[in-house]
């Protein structure tokens, strides 16, 4: 039951530490990124759909992203949508296409979207240090049901520290790298 406290734990925390690494491939770094658009919903005759399924998705140039929506009366939905968004983007239209210029980034932008990366991956220390929290708080009601050694107790505490450990450097690793993406010309 231990070992099995100590498995979940280390999965949970390599979602979160998975979901870290989504979240900041979102973030872009002065070049057009079609997966900056992914979570972006469109209201499609009611329901909120994902941009990517209803329109197609293209990268014409390094700094211009496309969408070519399957039906045009959707264009100024896809509009919205990015505009609601908050990417910081401003779309326009062709008649037949959203396009959305990728402005290369100004200091300002870069001192922004390094603070939304630290932002990002302090959700993911915290969501690593819930799910070690959680697991100790596990160890220890088992420990109280099966009467299992206070020794044994903490050397799984110390186990659990150390997964912990692991996981928080990965983030500081993505941060690191991410930074200097994102500091670059």
Known sequence: MLN?????ANSRMDQAVKHT???LNKIRSGRA???LFNAIMVDYYGTPTPLNQVSTVS???PRLITFQPYEKMLIPAIEKAIMDANLGYTPGNNGNAVLVPIPSL???RRVELTKFMHK????GRIAIRNVRRDALHQVHDYGKQENIS???IKGREIDLQNITDRHIEELNAQQEK????IMEV
């Open 59 to 61: 990268v014409p140039e």
């Open 150 to 152: 206070e020794d044994e």
């Open 178 to 181: 991410k930074g200097k993406e």
């Open 120 to 123: 990002l991956i302090e959700e």
């Open 21 to 23: 690494q989504m979240e």
């Open 33 to 35: 990124n079609p997966e």
């Open 106 to 108: 100004s200091e300002e």
């Open 4 to 8: 099995d406290i100590y498995n979940d």
